[in-house]
Structures are given as structure tokens and as C-alpha cells.
């Protein structure tokens, strides 16, 4: 009774020791389950990962040891069914396997019974159950040996089958997540290779986009004005054989331009040559433009008064045309830039008998053969040169006159000895010249027309002009139709009438060019009497007698009417 119970108190220690292997499995198999989620969770780095791969292994690894200690724990065990493991004789007692005590004491083979009585000191009984032994045959018991083993055997290979089945997805697993952790890692860095890639591109594009900006807009400012509210007057020297670059520099240093180099660029894109030299007066309200065209036109060879802007009085302008005239700066192209002086004030000025005598007395040889006031409509019609001319901060209605009556004289200075030796006034040469001016449109033909103008005053003809007619009636420097021009009234009553005068108008009627004053002092020397142009070539015809005169008038101006 004792052997039994303490076969199954062995049975129960070994079956103790195998749940403890299984509950050493079970812990292991939720640890590396534990691990694999917080790896997957938390996206640990590689080296947290490979530490915790090497945690899973070394449970692993213990697992499988714990298991190999239970195997070799069986194997070494004793089976009271498997006498072949316990270390008894293979043959038994035949009559009982379980006898107390034996039979024959000579016999070599000892009851089965006797080895555990001999440990009875060892055994705790009061843990032992009530059990009644069984009388096996050698057969019987070898066979039922036999059994045992092959289902522990099986055991034992359904035991290491599951292990390594449960060793194979663990480590099928442990692949997978390296695999995938690596392709993260590959995402991640291929991300991040994007990312700087996109980051440095756009850097590089908007820097780019900024420095092409910055240019624009430097040189935007620099090829316009310094400051365009600013009027003041810098006076500047280019010395002779100055290249752009040094013009330039000189610009610059005056605070003229921003840059000497965009200025450099900027006239030989533009094919801006031929500066002159000499002084000048630029501003900074100037654009660079403006002062490229200025440099071309030259300087003065001594340092002159700051230009504050300029009128322009073209050839065969009238009193009339020159009062609107002085109202416009000619300096600038935009009609919005006006001179400080008024067409009133003009009028008021060249009609002031003080001022006409001032003049009188300072330009004698010129204005000595004036009109009587009460002759001309205006006293100093004809007298003001065609030009341009400047004005100065300083300058007043009154030094603009004086300088254009200056500019007459000063281009009659050659002529005056000839006008007085051809028994001629100053103002009748001038009277002349107005309708030279008009009638002809070159050179040639206004020394032919001067030509004529003579031969009819020679014979007392009357001159026939529709010039001195339009200037009567106010109308002379407006547009007219050449209808009008044909059907223009001739018998208006007018000292400026010449068809029903003869001779020369009380004075001129507009502002003669050079051009024309040295074809009434140098006519050409014809015998022609008539003249007439075509209104549409330009063409003059002349003509010694009125009939061909008419042939003509009727072919190049009645024929041309609508």
C-alpha cells in the first residue's frame, strides 16, 4: 500500500513539474505576444527593436530548455509499470508483482514492493490514498510497460511538434516585423529625402524668384527719376572724350542717377551715343532718359544758368499762336507741364508803349521801321524770332521778349548793311519775308515767289496774297479747306487787304525764318508774275501772263475742289 502511494505522489510531483513548464510556456508566449504589440504600438527604433527580438529569444530559449529539463526529467524517472527503467531484473515473480514480502529468500529477484518499503522513513503517509493493489502477469505488465511509453513518446512528439509549430509563427512573426520595420524605416527616410529635396527646391526657386525681383526693382528705380519732385538745378562738367562709364560716374557722384553701371547698360542697350561735352544743367527729378537726350544735344563751354524749361516758337507763327505758345514748357512731352508765364500776360507785354520804346532804343537798327501802332494790329509782329529759348527761375515775361528780339537782331546782322543799300527798310524786307514764309515750302521756291512779289511791285501790281487776307481776319495758322481758301473773301476792308491795295501791308504777318529773310534780301531773278501750287504735291507753278495763270489756277485748285 505504501509502494502505491508513493508512485502517486511521484505521478503528482511530475505532473506539478509539467504545469509548471506549461505555465513557463504560457508566460514566455504572452511576454514575446506583450513585446511584439508594444513594438507595433510605439513604432520602436531598430535598436529598441533588435533589444526586444533579444528578449523574446532568451525567453524563448529558456522555454525550450525548461522543456528539455522535463523530457530528461521523464526519461530518468521511475515507473512502477516499466520495470526496465526502475532497474529491477526483467523477470518477475510471476505470481504477484505487488507481493509484501517474498516468498523464496533465495530467490534473485526482489519483491517490487521492497524498494519502496525500504523507503518508508522518506514517505509522508498522511498524503498517501487508499488503494487497492493489482495482480499483473509479466506479459500483462510488459505489454502495459510497452504502451506506456509509446503514449509518452507520442506525448513527448506532440510536445515538441507544438513547440516548434509555436516556435515557427513566433519566428515567421519576429521576420515579419523586422521586414516591416525596415520598410517603415525606408518610408520614413524616403519621406524625409522628399521633404528636404522639396524644401531645398522651393529655397532655391525663391531665392532665385527674390534676386530677379531685387533686379527688376533696382534697376526699375535706378532708370527713373532720383527724386521726381525735385527741381532744383545741378550744375554738372563732362569732360571731352568722356565714355558712358565715366559720364556715369560723374552722374552718380552728383546725385543725378542711382547707378553709374545700370546707366552704362542702360544707354548702350538704347544705342545712346555721341554725348557732348561741356557744362550742363541737369535735375533730379530727370529720368534717365531725359538726361541721355539732354547729354546728346551738348553742353555750353562755360557754366551757365540752371534751365528751368523752354519755349519753342516754330517759323511762320503769329503773335496770336506765340501767346498761347509761351504758356507750354517745350522741355517735356507732356502737355500738362506748363511755364510760369500766361498768354495775357504775353499780349499785355509786346503792347506796352514803354516797353516797345525800351526796346526801340536797345535794338535801334532792328525796330527803328516799325509799324505805327495805329497801322498793325500789332507793333512788334514779325520782329520776335522763331526759336527756342530758355527760361530761369528768375526770368519774367518781359526777359523772354527781349531775348527773342535779341535773337532777331542777331540773325539780321548780316543782312543789314544789303537792306540798307537796296534802299529797303528793316520792316518792309521783314513784311515780305512773312509771305515768302507762307507761300513757299523750300528754298528754291521761296526765292522764285520772292522773285515774283518783286516783279509785281515793280509794276505796280498788287501782290494777291491770301496770307496777308487771313491774317486780317484772324484766321491765319488755323486749318482751312482749300474750298475755303479758293472762296475767300478779297474785298475785305483791311489795311492787309493787298488785292485792293497795292504794295506791302503796314507790317508783317507772322514770325519769318532765316530761310525766308535770306530769300527776300536774295531773290531769285525771274520774270514770272504769277505763281500758284499744287494742293496736293506741294508743286508751284508760275506763270508770266493771267492767262496761263489761269489755265493753271483752274487745273491745280478748281479741278482739286469738291
Do not use: C
Not at 409 to 429: F, H, M, Q
Not at 430 to 443: H, I
Request: aromatic letters at 8%.
Amino acid at each position: 500500500m505504501t509502494d502505491f502511494r508513493d508512485d502517486e505522489r511521484k505521478a503528482q510531483q511530475k505532473l506539478s513539474f509539467k504545469e509548471q513548464i506549461l505555465a513557463e510556456l504560457e508566460r514566455a508566449n504572452h511576454i514575446r505576444k506583450e513585446k511584439e504589440e508594444e513594438l507595433l504600438r510605439q513604432d520602436l527604433k531598430e535598436e529598441e527593436l533588435r533589444l526586444k527580438q533579444i528578449e523574446a529569444r532568451e525567453a524563448a530559449q529558456k522555454t525550450v530548455q525548461l522543456y528539455k529539463e522535463y523530457q530528461q526529467e521523464i526519461s530518468n524517472s521511475y515507473s512502477p509499470l516499466n520495470p526496465r527503467k526502475s532497474g529491477r531484473p526483467e523477470k518477475a515473480d510471476k505470481k504477484s508483482a505487488f507481493s509484501e514480502t517474498s516468498t523464496d529468500p533465495n530467490s534473485d529477484s526482489k519483491p517490487f514492493v521492497s524498494e519502496w518499503t525500504s523507503k518508508q522513513d522518506d514517505i509522508d503517509y498522511s498524503k498517501t490514498i487508499a488503494f487497492t493493489p493489482i495482480n499483473l502477469t509479466e506479459s500483462e505488465t510488459e505489454e502495459m510497460t510497452i504502451s506506456q511509453r509509446k503514449k509518452e513518446e507520442q506525448a513527448s512528439n506532440k510536445e515538441d511538434q507544438g513547440q516548434n509549430a509555436s516556435d515557427q509563427p513566433k519566428t515567421a512573426t519576429l521576420q515579419r516585423d523586422f521586414v516591416r520595420n525596415n520598410h517603415l524605416k525606408r518610408q520614413r527616410a524616403d519621406r524625409m529625402a522628399k521633404k528636404i529635396s522639396t524644401i531645398l527646391i522651393s529655397s532655391l526657386l525663391l531665392i532665385l524668384l527674390l534676386v530677379a525681383l531685387i533686379g527688376t526693382l533696382f534697376v526699375y528705380r535706378a532708370i527713373n527719376p532720383v527724386n521726381q519732385k525735385d527741381d532744383r538745378f545741378v550744375q554738372v562738367e563732362i569732360p571731352a572724350g568722356s565714355g558712358n562709364k565715366i559720364i556715369g560716374q560723374v552722374l552718380e557722384e552728383k546725385g543725378l542717377i542711382k547707378s553709374s553701371t545700370v546707366f552704362n547698360f542702360y544707354t548702350k542697350f538704347k544705342n545712346y551715343t555721341n554725348f557732348q561735352s561741356g557744362y550742363y544743367n541737369l535735375q533730379k527729378s530727370m529720368s534717365l532718359e531725359e538726361i541721355a537726350k539732354t547729354l546728346q544735344r551738348g553742353g555750353t563751354a562755360q557754366p551757365t544758368k540752371p534751365v528751368l524749361g523752354k519755349i519753342l516758337i516754330p517759323e511762320g507763327y503769329t503773335i496770336r499762336q506765340i501767346a498761347k505758345a509761351v504758356q507750354d514748357n517745350a522741355n517735356t512731352k507732356s502737355s500738362k507741364d506748363k511755364t510760369p508765364f500766361k498768354s495775357k500776360e504775353f499780349l499785355d507785354t509786346i503792347e506796352d508803349d514803354a516797353f516797345i520804346k525800351e526796346m526801340v532804343k536797345k535794338y535801334p537798327r532792328l525796330l527803328s521801321s516799325i509799324p505805327k501802332k495805329s497801322e498793325a494790329k500789332y507793333q512788334l509782329e514779325g520782329y520776335l524770332f522763331p526759336a527756342t529759348y530758355n527760361y530761369y527761375k528768375e526770368s519774367s515775361i518781359k526777359d523772354v521778349v527781349d531775348e527773342m528780339l535779341a535773337t532777331t537782331d542777331a540773325t539780321l546782322a548780316p543782312y543789314y548793311d544789303k537792306i540798307n543799300a537796296s534802299g529797303k527798310t528793316v520792316n518792309e524786307v521783314l513784311t515780305l519775308a512773312s509771305l515768302v514764309e507762307k507761300e513757299g515750302s523750300t528754298d528754291e521756291d521761296r526765292r522764285d515767289i520772292a522773285s515774283v512779289f518783286y516783279n509785281r511791285l515793280n509794276n505796280g501790281m498788287a501782290l494777291q496774297s491770301n496770307i496777308a487776307i487771313l491774317y486780317a481776319m484772324d484766321k491765319l495758322g488755323d486749318k482751312t479747306t482749300l474750298a475755303e481758301d479758293a472762296g475767300i473773301d478779297t474785298t475785305i476792308k483791311s489795311p492787309y487787304n493787298i488785292y485792293t491795295h497795292t504794295g506791302l501791308m503796314p507790317g508783317p504777318v507772322d514770325s519769318p525764318g532765316v530761310s525766308a529773310i535770306d530769300a527776300t534780301v536774295k531773290p531769285a531773278n525771274t520774270d514770272y508774275l504769277y505763281f500758284v501750287a499744287n494742293v496736293h504735291s506741294g508743286e508751284v507753278h508760275y506763270a508770266k501772263t493771267y492767262e496761263e495763270h489761269s489755265a493753271n489756277v483752274q487745273k491745280y485748285v478748281n479741278n482739286q475742289i469738291e
